[in-house]
């Protein structure tokens, strides 16, 4: 069966330090992965999506970069955190038919301070 | 990107069923018909969807307009863990980025 892990869980960063967010997928092959963030109180925003190794899509200008190295591990990263970047980030998985659902990992909350 | 709208919040008492309506006027043709709800400090997770049929499933019921410009989730008897933000969305294109909304916060009350 597959399986989505994100990690860290939670983590707390000084304003201007770099954040590194790991997911990987187990079970499937050549899924689609999205990285979303929710503020607190707000909705989802979708914030990269990729659909291969090294095929990444931005959504939303930011201070925030997403890499694909390979085809089953998706990285988000910043090489400085504003205030602005606390929230939930959420690493989900997706097949390629324009049906079926998302699988979402179990978020890594990050607080900057 | 077509959008949707829904209302803020709702209530239900626990056992009864719950009508979650979601508006989509700008829908396309090819635009999938998507729910998912949140429970809190939770990753979403999928309900059902559909795209122009009505569906079933052992979560919830999909029962979508004739002209597909709404669409309302069914919850046939609404018990206190399935308090959570239900969020509907449209799904397109070949990435299928899905675009979450506010959702409606549904409360169950025992």
């Known amino acids: 069966s597959q399986t989505i892990h994100q990690w860290p869980a939670t983590l707390v960063q000084p304003v201007g330090s770099p954040l590194s967010l790991e997911c990987t997928v187990e079970?499937?092959?050549?899924?689609?992965l999205y990285w979303y963030r929710q503020a607190a109180g707000r909705g989802l925003q979708l914030l990269f999506y990729s659909i291969g190794i090294d095929q990444i899509s931005s959504e939303v200008p930011q201070n925030l970069s997403a890499s694909r190295p390979q085809d089953r591990q998706f990285i988000l990263s910043s090489k400085k955190l504003l205030l602005s970047d606390s929230g939930f980030y959420l690493c989900?998985?997706?097949?390629?038919?324009?049906?079926?659902?998302?699988?979402f990992g179990e978020g890594s909350r990050l607080t900057v301070l | 990107d077509a959008k949707t709208t829904q209302p803020n919040s709702m209530e239900s008492n626990e056992e009864e069923p719950v009508h979650l309506p979601c508006n989509h006027s700008?829908?396309?043709?090819?635009?999938?018909i998507h729910w998912y709800r949140q429970l809190p400090s939770q990753g979403p997770e999928y309900v059902i969807h559909g795209l122009t049929s009505n569906v079933n499933n052992r979560m919830a019921s999909l029962a979508i307009a004739e002209d597909r410009k709404s669409s309302t989730l069914i919850l046939h008897r609404a018990t206190l863990r399935d308090a959570a933000v239900y969020y509907c969305i449209l799904v397109a294109g070949s990435a299928r980025q899905l675009t979450f909304g506010s959702g409606t916060q549904l409360t169950v009350l025992p």
């Open positions: 079970g499937t092959s050549n899924p689609n």
């Open positions: 700008t829908i396309s043709g090819t635009d999938y």
């Open positions: 989900a998985w997706g097949g390629r038919a324009n049906t079926g659902e998302l699988f």
